[in-house]
């Protein structure tokens, strides 16, 4: 099988699951449209194009292929769903085995985000 079609197959999985996430909450939107720009730019010119100039994706992969960065407001939203995430959880009274391991995890992630940058001067994705 030709791996323009497998690259090709996993941007299209990755963008509905990015898509998925700008609508439903606890699911992420950028790490997969940042999985499906780079499979796109391995199988479909076309499809890579309309998704870095897409209006409300696109600024948001030029800003992390550009920068490494992550705007403020990406970062603000992605600190409220994880502490959103962990304290359901919490409600919903998971043992504490998960709660510290769900934390952990968290924290992890939420290091890697702060430590970015916030990208350019300007509006941010």
């Given at each position: 099988?030709?791996?323009?079609?497998?690259?090709?197959?996993?941007?299209?999985?990755?963008?509905?699951?990015?898509?998925?996430?700008?609508?439903?909450?606890?699911?992420?939107?950028?790490?997969?449209?940042?999985?499906?720009?780079?499979?796109?730019?391995?199988?479909?010119?076309?499809?890579?194009?309309?998704?870095?100039?897409?209006?409300?994706?696109?600024?948001?992969?030029?800003?992390?292929?550009?920068?490494?960065?992550?705007?403020?407001?990406?970062?603000?939203?992605a600190?409220?769903?994880?502490?959103?995430?962990l304290?359901?959880?919490?409600?919903?009274?998971?043992?504490?085995?998960?709660?510290?391991?769900?934390?952990?995890?968290?924290?992890?992630?939420?290091?890697?985000?702060?430590s970015?940058?916030?990208?350019?001067?300007?509006?941010?994705?």
């Open positions: 099988m030709d791996p323009r079609v497998l690259w090709l197959l996993l941007g299209l999985g990755a963008t509905g699951c990015g898509i998925a996430g700008a609508v439903l909450p606890l699911v992420p939107t950028t790490p997969f449209l940042l999985l499906a720009a780079y499979a796109f730019a391995r199988s479909s010119p076309r499809l890579h194009a309309w998704l870095t100039s897409h209006p409300q994706f696109g600024p948001m992969i030029g800003n992390w292929q550009q920068h490494r960065a992550i705007g403020r407001g990406a970062k603000r939203a600190l409220f769903v994880m502490a959103l995430a304290a359901t959880s919490w409600l919903l009274a998971v043992p504490g085995w998960v709660l510290v391991a769900q934390a952990l995890v968290l924290a992890c992630v939420a290091i890697f985000i702060l970015r940058p916030d990208g350019p001067a300007g509006p941010q994705a």
